[in-house]
C-alpha cells in the first residue's frame, strides 16, 4: 500500500530480528570513550557527584589535621628539650664547682709547683667534686639521648658533648701539670658555654610568647650565675695567690660589669614574681656579704691591693652561687611544667579535632551512600519505564498506526 510523505521506521516488534537493533542497544553502541563524561553511566555519574565533594573535604581536612599534629609535635618536642634544663643546670652547677675550685687550689700552689704536688693537692680536694660532676654526666646525656628536635637543637647538644668528653683529658692534664692554669680555666669554661648554648635553645613555635619567656627566664639567670661563678674563681685564684696581675685587675673589673648586664637582662626576661624571688633570696645574710666582699674586693684590685682571706670568700662566694642555684631550681620547674600543660592541651585538641574530622566524614559518607541508593534506585525504575516504552509499547504503537493507515 503506497504511503505519502516519508515512511515510518520498521519499529516493530521483530524488527530487531532482521538486523536492527533496539534502543537500548543502539544507545549502547554510541557509548565510545570512557574520558568523556556524557558517555559515563548514570551509576558513575553518581558516585562522581558524591565522592569528589568528599575527597576534597578529606583534603582540606586532612591538612588542617596535619597542622594540628605538627603544632602538637613541636611542643612535644619543646617540652622534652626544656624538661632537659633540669639536668643541664645541674651540671652546670657542678662544673662550675670543679672548675673555680681547680684554678683556685692552682693558684695557691703557684706556677713553680711541681706536677707530684699539683696531682697531690688536688687528689686531697678534688675527688667529691669530680664524683658529682660525672653523676650529673651521666644524667645529661641519658636524658639528652631521648629527646628529638631541629638541626640546630642537635648541633648544641653535639657540641655540648664533644666538649664534655674531653673531661677526662682535661683533669689528666691539670694533674700532670702539663695544661697552665689558664687553659683549664678556659677548657671548662667552653664546656659550659656549650650546655648554656642548650638552654636557650628549645623554641615552641610562633605565638607562644609566654613559653618563649619562661625559658629566656632561666636561660638568662644561667648566664648570670656564671659570670658570677667566674668572679668566685677568679677572686679565690687572686686571694689564694696573694697578688693581682694587670691582666687580672682588668678582667675583674670587667667581671663586675658583665654581672650588672647579665643580672638586668634576667629581669628583663623574667617575671615580677621572679625577679622578686632572686632578690629575695639573695637578700639573705651570705648573699649580701658575698656581694659586699666581691666590691670591695674589686675595688681594692683597682688599687693593686689584695683584701681577701682564701678560704672566708670561697665559704661566701660559694654560699651566694648557691642561693642563685635555689632560684634557678624553680624556674626551671616552672617552665618544664608550663611546657608540659601547653604539650598536653594541644594533645587534647589534636584528638578532638581528628575525631570531628572522622565524625563529619562518617556522617557525610552515610548521607551521600543513602542519597545515591535512593537517587540510583529512582534512575534505574525510571530507565527500565523508558526502556519498556522504547521497546515494547512504541513499537506496538507504531505498528497498530501502520496498519490503520
Given at each position: 500500500m503506497a504511503r505519502s510523505g516519508r515512511e515510518w521506521p520498521d519499529m516493530s516488534v521483530g524488527s530487531h530480528r532482521r538486523g536492527r537493533l533496539p534502543y537500548e542497544s543502539q544507545v549502547r553502541r554510541r557509548r565510545s570513550s570512557p574520558l568523556k563524561v556524557r558517555d559515563w553511566r548514570v551509576h558513575t555519574k553518581l558516585a562522581a557527584a558524591l565522592v569528589v565533594p568528599s575527597l576534597a573535604f578529606l583534603v582540606l581536612a586532612g591538612m588542617q589535621t596535619a597542622d594540628v599534629v605538627s603544632g602538637a609535635t613541636v611542643l612535644d618536642e619543646f617540652a622534652g628539650q626544656v624538661g632537659l634544663a633540669h639536668q643541664t643546670t645541674a651540671l652546670v652547677h657542678e662544673l662550675q664547682e670543679e672548675r673555680d675550685r681547680t684554678i683556685g687550689e692552682l693558684a695557691a700552689l703557684g706556677p713553680a709547683a711541681s706536677p707530684n704536688q699539683i696531682s697531690t693537692r688536688l687528689?686531697?680536694?678534688?675527688?667529691?667534686?669530680?664524683?658529682?660532676?660525672?653523676?650529673?654526666?651521666?644524667?645529661?646525656?641519658?636524658?639528652?639521648?631521648?629527646?628529638?628536635g631541629s638541626a640546630a637543637w642537635r648541633s648544641a647538644i653535639s657540641a655540648a658533648n664533644a666538649q664534655l668528653d674531653l673531661i677526662g683529658k682535661l683533669r689528666a692534664g691539670t694533674y700532670s701539670a702539663i695544661l697552665p692554669s689558664s687553659a683549664v680555666a678556659e677548657s671548662y669554661t667552653r664546656m659550659v658555654d656549650a650546655l648554656l648554648n642548650v638552654l636557650v635553645q628549645p623554641s615552641p613555635g610562633e605565638g607562644r610568647e609566654e613559653l618563649n619567656r619562661a625559658v629566656l627566664a632561666y636561660a638568662e639567670l644561667a648566664k648570670a650565675k656564671e659570670i658570677n661563678s667566674l668572679l668566685r674563681a677568679r677572686l679565690f685564684a687572686v686571694a689564694n695567690a696573694g697578688r693581682f696581675t694587670g691582666s687580672e685587675r682588668a678582667e675583674l673589673s670587667d667581671l663586675r660589669s658583665q654581672q650588672f648586664a647579665a643580672l638586668a637582662q634576667f629581669r628583663a626576661a623574667a617575671t615580677k614574681e621572679q625577679a622578686q624571688l632572686y632578690d629575695q633570696t639573695l637578700s639573705a645574710p651570705d648573699g649580701q656579704q658575698a656581694g659586699e666582699l666581691a666590691e670591695k674586693a674589686t675595688d681594692a684590685a683597682i688599687e693593686g691591693r689584695v683584701e681577701l682571706e682564701p678560704r672566708q670568700w670561697w665559704a661566701l662566694g660559694t654560699a651566694a652561687h648557691n642561693l642563685v642555684r635555689e632560684v634557678e631550681k624553680p624556674l626551671v620547674a616552672s617552665a618544664i611544667s608550663r611546657a608540659d600543660s601547653a604539650s598536653a592541651k594541644q594533645w587534647r585538641q589534636t584528638a578532638l579535632v581528628t575525631g570531628l574530622v572522622l565524625a563529619v566524614l562518617l556522617a557525610a559518607m552515610a548521607a551521600s551512600v543513602t542519597v545515591g541508593r535512593s537517587m540510583a534506585n529512582s534512575l534505574r525504575q525510571l530507565r527500565e519505564q523508558a526502556l519498556t516504552v522504547a521497546n515494547a509499547r512504541l513499537p506496538q504503537l507504531l505498528e497498530r498506526l501502520r496498519q490503520l493507515g
Open positions: 687528689s686531697e680536694v678534688m675527688p667529691p667534686i669530680q664524683e658529682s660532676v660525672d653523676a650529673n654526666l651521666a644524667k645529661f646525656r641519658q636524658a639528652a639521648e631521648r629527646q628529638g
